[in-house]
């Protein structure tokens, strides 16, 4: 195992008073996450906008201070280091953003900004090595030699990410957490920038947290995938697993969003819409974080026990397919069924209720609105 994260929390104060400077409440951005990531492999982190994915990314790394909770990277603990020593240990972690424009200094050449952090790990001493490792870092993400000199202005969005993937592999990390890698980019270019990262992470034995909203984009990268909702993951499988069955209502209300190119199978599939908004991180239900909007809610636990992830009892389903649901066999089963159901099948092409709509959401409340169709 590369990284291995217990309980980590990031509880932002919010701050209320010009004088007293009080602390009024808490974000409660990330709220007790555990997960390991394998030596080589990609681990997919899903979940809609503000679920608290791209501070635990910067967690992980120690961008972001957590509250509490420890990472382990490669045996080493990592709230253990401090100045010099946390410093040396960044190399082995790098990050890739969303906006590569928003993250490279305008006013640097590439060359200047792939330098930049070689310099800080003390990796430009030898001039001739260094330049050769700026030559084989362009030819891995595919830009000439000639771009050493431009400036980020004058390169499209995909080139771009390009050198946002050169500048993070330039200090020869182990990690690299890539925080929407593609999500400001025009679809045309996400596969090319997917496919990208593939290539290097074989070429230079990376290991990946990759942090999406797009189920589509995770899935075709990812080994495993975490689903997150309000600081917390709710799902965790291998990704073949996870689309093929997932267990926790929130996943499946992710899944049902994500329109399928193939008419048929889109009559047919799960169609789920979540009642309300995501409930805010500064005051989160009790118990299950997820029993508001939950369409298989019980009143005997789910708004007073919080929900363990754990394995479960159910045929087929592989032990490494663990979800925080406390009725997540009786909802296999079918024993358990979804509230507001129109209980006998209709004719699809008929203009009445679906039985599998739910039919007490807010109308057109699409929890994952910019979910595109799988294969990017
Ligand atoms: N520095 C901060 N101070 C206070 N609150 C913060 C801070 N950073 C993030 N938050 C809040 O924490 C919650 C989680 O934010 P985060 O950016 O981690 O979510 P996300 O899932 O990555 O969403 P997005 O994809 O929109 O970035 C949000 O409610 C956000 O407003």
Redesign the pocket.
């Known amino acids: 195992m590369l990284l291995d994260a217990q309980d980590v929390k990031v509880h ?1 104060p ?1 701050k209320r008073g010009v004088v007293f400077d009080r602390t009024v409440g808490y ?1 409660y ?2 709220d007790g996450m555990s997960l390991q990531i394998n030596r080589g492999e990609t681990y997919g982190l899903v ?10 990314g910067r967690a992980l790394l120690r961008l972001e201070e957590p509250t509490a909770g420890a990472v382990t990277f490669d045996g080493t603990d990592l709230s253990s280091l401090k100045g010099e020593t946390l410093r040396k240990q960044r190399r082995n972690m790098q990050m890739v953003f969303q906006d590569p424009l928003s993250s490279l200094d305008p006013r640097q050449t590439v060359e200047a900004l792939l330098l930049e952090g070689m310099r800080a790990h003390g990796l430009t001493k030898d001039k001739a090595a260094a330049h050769a490792r700026l030559r084989e870092l362009l030819a891995a993400v595919g830009l000439p030699e000639a771009a050493l000199k431009k400036y980020p202005h004058e390169f499209s969005g995909g080139q771009r990410q390009r050198i946002g993937i050169a500048r993070a592999l330039s200090v020869d990390p182990q990690l690299i957490v890539a ?2 890698p593609v999500s400001a980019l025009d679809v045309s270019v996400q596969a090319q920038v997917i496919n990208l990262l593939e290539d290097v992470q074989e070429q230079f034995g990376l290991t990946y947290l990759v ?1 999406a ?1 797009d189920l589509a984009v995770v899935r075709h990268i990812s080994d495993r995938v975490g689903v ?1 909702y309000l600081g917390a993951l709710v799902e965790e499988a291998d990704a073949d697993d996870l689309y093929a069955i997932p267990l926790h209502p929130y996943t499946r209300a992710l899944m049902s969003a994500v329109p399928i190119p193939d008419p048929q199978v889109e009559d047919r599939r799960e169609r789920i819409i979540l009642a309300g908004d995501l409930p ?3 005051a989160p239900p009790s118990g299950c974080r997820f029993h508001t909007r939950c369409p298989w809610r019980q009143d005997t636990r789910c708004d007073t026990d919080r929900p363990e992830l754990r394995e479960v009892r159910i045929e087929g389903v592989p032990a490494s397919h663990r979800v925080a649901c406390h009725f997540a066999e009786q909802i296999a089963s079918g024993e358990l069924q979804p509230h507001s159901v129109a209980p006998t099948a209709v004719d699809p092409d008929a203009d009445q209720p679906r039985p599998d709509v739910i039919e007490d959401g807010a109308p057109g409340a699409d929890p994952y609105p910019d979910a595109r169709p799988p294969g990017v």
């Open positions: 932002f919010i974000v951005a990330v979940g809609e906008s503000g679920c608290g994915k791209s501070t635990f925080d929407e942090i909203h997150m805010s991180p500064a």
